[in-house]
């Protein structure tokens, strides 16, 4: 039964395989249909080996299938096996489980997209990748798997690669991921020197023979790998940006299973970390812790709703990395089994939302989704009522798990060190109830404000009342010049006027001396008196013309008083503007659900953008059913997950009996009394609800400041992305200038140097080849003729 | 008088160094040819005198190998000459040199 483990990952092989070929022709929504099957066919081969593992004895629970040997080099040989135990057949469960589920969500999100076959074909191979991952028998396989899982989150992290923030958050991702593959590649080497193997069987079995020195250092060297692909401390700046992929991909692969593979990786290295020193595992946890409480801090401050859930991902990673330090193997596998459950459920739903909102993601803008879309807030609630530790969800029980472990603990800076573990524990349990509980209410909750008006937009709208009135503005001045210049017109006709004026007056006075000197018998004297009465006549029609344009020009003169006034009007009409633009209170940044709806007054409301008008006309809508049904599914197993291991009697411990076999009695007991475990509990629940309380008061209530509780600093991530960017682009990169200068001359130049010697070494046999057939003959004979001599000789002596 | 092994061996050398130096002073590969299939059968005589001397059929049989390999090698080398006969007026080894170093 257990021999037909090869189905497993065979399945999602045979779907991608399949898609490559014929993914475009069976297009939308059949490739889809046909992806979702291949999990599907995955999750049911992984139960029927799951139910062969547990019908045989506990101790025999530890199966090899030898599929056929990968590599075989001298003493270094590598089988590609897949190694079947309680550990692995859990991952694998989850894996296709939860993944089969996410498919068929896909099948709905996708809806529509021009690369709708390719976006399942990744998802194949991300299925396919993440199953030799757990599955694999030795360290090279479960690298390829590795490997596998973090090209493809590459490839869906961008896989809206055309908008230039998405394709460089798949490079980020990628690029981290590398600084912590380096780690792993460290460490294959250095057991394989010290094993002379890399099959888990060996390590397992030969643990003992490392040191404890280099144990430590395989240990830090895996922690540096998981660190990477779990999103530790200090390289988790990746998965935030991570959120730019399609929301399923975010559920699937930066919630609920690639981002547990480092916690797989120590879990299944347990006997390595047995060896290590303690500091090396009291290192592990105090990064999960530090993550934890670092991530929730962040997540507080978050305004888009994915990057809520992302910061929270990172947080609750930092939970099983706390219980894996602290030797509890079982808690960790079983709050990363309750954690896919519920934080896949969380992102399905944060994607439904998403999708029923038309693409917004900023949770300012949601509120009042319950009546919108019953079924994703009914889901969603469950999901933020197993985080945020309320019994009986499942998160309260593994949560507690944890807790209880680390309270427990006594290896790096004795009891006291677990303790303050567990108050770091405790805090980010704090903090995740009251973000999750923000989320739920600003999502949820409320006035619905994805009408409201939003701040750019009446931003924009200002933008545009101030251009118009800079219109008018720009247009008066033109009036007013135009009417200076005609004043400066009408006051040259004046005085070209009263220049006519004089001259016929002059005319005039000349005129009537001419008729008196004259002789008025003469013919000429009547000549003169008509041009005496011509002049006579001239005079007023001059005077009548200079006075109308006199009274032209005062029209004018007037015109242009008009028209600087209306400009003066206009001038103080845009300082009025810019006073009561002042004066208008914008949206706040922070909203509770009790915000109001932002004022819109009449003369601004004819200058809002499209977009507005636009939404005022869409209908926010809950999804499909192959969304929906995910979401159900996923809820139940998100309220009930926890009875995989119930703390009250040995017998309810099911998955701590069902892993014994895959920690070979590696795993701490806890030794605290049944009333100290007890006072736990119910510590961690009160404390959960009171920060479901505090948030509340401050997002339903609005009794305190949104503000106030939502540090500038939380919001842009504690500046660790500016920091890591200043670094690196600064000192970092002189070194980095360096080390390539150091490339350059040194080892290229050795290289170079190899190929000049080359080429002069050729040159001088060139002498060698003459391309005279007859000297070649020449050079035979000779060198036959030495070798019979050399024959003879050895003969003869 | 007997004629003994040693008399073909004698005659295979000098039938050998008649090819070799043939090889080496005549410039038309024809000619050339003449003299390494001179110096391959000079080779077979004394194959086959020692054939005979030792008793042994090894000798004989390699023989027939050498004759294959002969046939074969002319075939192709008569076919390169007659290709490059035709492009050139007159043949003479020493102006194909193409494959100068």
């Known amino acids: ?797 | 008088m007997e004629v003994t092994a040693t008399w073909y061996l004698v005659l295979s050398a000098v039938l050998f160094s008649m090819g070799f130096v043939g090889l080496l002073v005549r410039r038309n590969p024809l000619i050339m040819f003449m003299c390494i299939e001179l110096m391959l059968n000079a080779v077979n005589i004394s194959f086959v005198a020692f054939s005979n001397a030792l008793d042994d059929i090894a000798g004989r049989t390699a023989v027939f190998f050498v004759l294959v390999v002969a046939a074969a090698e002319v075939v192709v080398g008569l076919s390169l000459v007659v290709a490059l006969m035709r492009r050139r007026p007159s043949l003479s080894v020493d102006d194909l040199t193409s494959l100068r170093g």
């Open chain 1, 1 to 797: 039964m257990l021999d037909i483990a090869w189905l497993i990952p065979a399945f999602p092989l045979l779907g991608f395989v399949l898609l490559v070929l014929f993914g475009r022709r069976l297009g939308e929504p059949f490739a889809g249909w046909l992806a979702t099957i291949a999990s599907a066919g995955a999750f049911v081969s992984t139960v029927v080996v799951f139910f062969g593992l547990a019908a045989l004895d506990t101790a025999e629970r530890f199966h090899l299938v030898k599929l056929f040997t990968w590599i075989d080099v001298g003493s270094f040989t590598v089988d590609a096996g897949l190694l079947v135990d309680p550990l692995s057949i859990t991952m694998c469960l989850f894996i296709t489980g939860v993944g089969t589920l996410i498919h068929l969500y896909s099948v709905g999100y996708m809806h529509g997209d021009p690369n709708f076959s390719k976006f399942f074909i990744y998802l194949n191979l991300f299925i396919l990748s993440m199953l030799l991952l757990v599955l694999g028998d030795n360290l090279l396989l479960t690298f390829l798997g590795w490997e596998g899982v973090g090209a493809c989150s590459y490839l869906l992290i961008s896989f809206w690669f055309s908008d230039e923030s998405n394709a460089s958050a798949g490079k980020k991702a990628f690029v981290t991921n590398r600084i912590g593959d380096f780690g792993y590649m460290l460490a294959t080497f250095l057991v394989f020197v010290e094993l002379g193997s890399i099959n888990y069987d060996d390590i397992v079995s030969r643990a003992g023979e490392l040191g404890s020195r280099s144990a430590t250092l395989i240990v830090v060297l895996f922690l540096l790998a998981a660190a990477g692909k779990s999103a530790q401390l200090p390289l988790f700046v990746w998965l935030p940006d991570a959120m730019a992929g399609p929301t399923p991909v975010s559920a699937l692969i930066h919630a609920a299973t690639m981002v547990t593979s480092g916690v797989f990786l120590l879990t299944r290295l347990n006997p390595i970390l047995a060896e290590a020193e303690v500091w090396s595992t009291g290192l592990v946890a105090w990064v999960g812790a530090l993550t934890a409480l670092f991530a929730a801090t962040i997540a507080v401050a978050q305004n888009d709703i994915k990057r809520v859930l992302a910061y929270s991902t990172v947080s609750q990673l930092g939970y099983l990395f706390l219980a894996v330090g602290v030797g509890g193997y079982v808690p960790a596998i079983f709050h990363m089994v309750t954690h896919a459950f519920f934080k896949a459920l969380l992102f399905l739903g944060s994607g439904s939302v998403i999708h029923g909102l038309h693409q917004e993601q900023d949770m300012r803008r949601m509120g009042g989704l319950s009546k919108l879309m019953p079924i994703t807030a009914m889901t969603f609630i469950v999901g933020w009522l197993a985080i945020a530790g309320v019994p009986p969800f499942s998160g309260f029980w593994s949560k507690d798990e944890i807790l209880l472990y680390a309270w427990n603990y006594d290896g790096l800076g004795g009891p006291a060190g677990g303790k303050v573990l567990w108050a770091i524990g405790l805090v980010t349990a704090l903090l995740t109830a009251f973000y999750m509980t923000r989320q739920v209410i600003l999502t949820f909750f409320g006035r619905t404000r994805f009408f409201d008006v939003r701040a750019e937009e009446i931003a924009a709208a200002w933008e545009a009342r101030f251009a118009t009135l800079d219109l008018s503005i720009a247009e008066a001045n033109e009036v007013e010049e135009h009417a200076l210049s005609a004043v400066e017109k009408a006051r040259n006709e004046v005085s070209k006027r009263e220049e006519a004026l004089a001259k016929a007056e002059e005319k005039l006075v000349a005129a009537r001396e001419a008729v008196a000197a004259s002789d008025a018998s003469a013919d000429a004297h009547v000549k003169l008196v008509k041009a005496l009465e011509r002049a006579e006549g001239a005079v007023p029609k001059a005077e009548e013309a200079v006075l109308k344009a006199e009274e032209k020009l005062i029209a004018l003169v007037g015109e242009v008083e008009e028209a600087a006034v209306y400009g003066k009007e206009l001038q103080t009409a845009r300082v009025d503007l810019r006073n009561s633009r002042r004066a208008t209170p914008m949206p706040p940044s922070q909203v509770t659900a009790r915000t109001e709806a932002p004022v819109l007054d009449d003369d601004l409301s004819e200058y809002v953008p499209e977009s507005y008008h636009r939404r005022q006309e869409y209908h926010p809508h809950e999804s499909p059913w192959t969304m929906t049904l995910p979401l159900i599914v996923l809820a139940l197993l998100a309220a009930a997950g926890g009875g995989l291991n119930l703390p009250f009697t040995s017998e309810l411990h099911f998955l701590e009996h069902w892993l014994e076999p895959s920690l070979f009695g590696h795993e701490v007991h806890v030794t605290a009394s049944a009333s100290t475990k007890w006072i736990l509990a119910v510590v961690a629940v009160l404390v959960g609800l009171i920060a479901i309380v505090a948030s509340f008061r401050v997002y339903m209530a609005g009794a305190v400041d949104p503000a106030r509780v939502e540090p500038e600093g939380a919001a842009r991530a504690w500046y660790v992305d500016e920091t890591y960017a200043g670094f690196f682009g600064g000192p970092g990169r002189a070194l980095f200038d360096g080390l390539a200068g150091f490339d350059r001359g040194v080892i290229d130049g050795a290289v170079r140097a190899v190929a000049r010697g080359t080429v002069a070494l050729a040159q001088g046999m060139r002498a060698l080849q003459p391309g005279f057939v007859r000297s070649y003959a020449l050079g035979i004979g000779l060198g036959s003729v030495l070798v019979m001599v050399w024959f003879m000789g050895r003969l003869f002596v």
